[in-house]
Structures are given as C-alpha cells and as structure tokens.
C-alpha cells in the first residue's frame, strides 16, 4: 500500500505560482498512475491533473492547461504539480492521489488512495 504526504500549499497572490510535492511511500508507487485534485469550500472535489506510471502521458482539466503541469520522479517517489498564473478562484484544498488504472483515475471513485491535502489560498 502506497501512501501520500502533500506540502508546498500556501498563500500567494494572484498572478503568482506555487510547486506542490507529494511524496510516496510504499514499493508500489512506480506501478501508480498519480493525479492531482483540488476541493474548494463549499464544493466538490475536482479533478485536476494526471499522468501514467512514468509521467511519459498527462492530461488536465481542460480549465486548467496550460497553467498548471504535472511531473513525478520514480527516482525519488515524489510528484510534483506546477502552478503557474494563479487566480482566487484556484483557492482550495490540493490533494495527491493514486490508482492503478491511469485512464479512470479522473474519476475520484476510482481513486485508491488519498493524501491529506494541502491548502492553497490565492489572494486578489
């Protein structure tokens, strides 16, 4: 079992950026296709981000590409998120997730196992 530890959430203003890490613990990890979602008060958990077992293929939100890009090192079983050009609307909770079928792993039904999030707070 694999399990999750975001950092790197904080405030910034709008128009800045933030990395944020998750870091993987388990020998499993390099068989995990690994995403990134967010939940802002009062609404769902959304997808945001994902890429396959060795980050060779992403896919994004489509609200969100080109902003934002997803990268992992197997080496070091981290996963990182870049977030570039951010808005007050992209104030949430981030969360790091696994699963074993990349292609379902948009859907948080699929998801296998959940870090315990990290706040991003953009101000105006």
């Known amino acids: 079992q694999v399990q999750l530890v975001e950092s790197g959430g904080g405030l910034v203003q709008a128009g800045g950026s933030l990395r944020l890490s998750c870091a993987a613990y388990?020998?499993?990890?390099?068989?995990?296709?690994m995403a990134w979602f967010r939940q802002a008060p009062g609404k769902e958990r959304e997808f945001v981000a994902a890429?396959?077992?060795?980050?060779?293929?992403?896919y994004y939100a489509d609200s969100l590409k080109g902003r934002f890009t997803i990268s992992r090192d197997n080496g070091k079983h981290m996963v990182y998120l870049q977030m570039n050009n951010l808005k007050p609307e992209d104030t949430a909770v981030y969360y790091c997730?696994?699963?074993?079928?990349?292609?379902?792993?948009?859907?948080?039904?699929?998801?296998?196992?959940w870090g315990q999030g990290t706040l991003v707070t953009v101000s105006s």
């Open positions: 997730a696994g699963a074993t079928v990349y292609l379902r792993i948009r859907d948080p039904g699929n998801v296998e196992v």
């Open positions: 388990g020998r499993t990890f390099n068989t995990y296709a």
């Open positions: 890429c396959n077992w060795d980050g060779g293929s992403t």
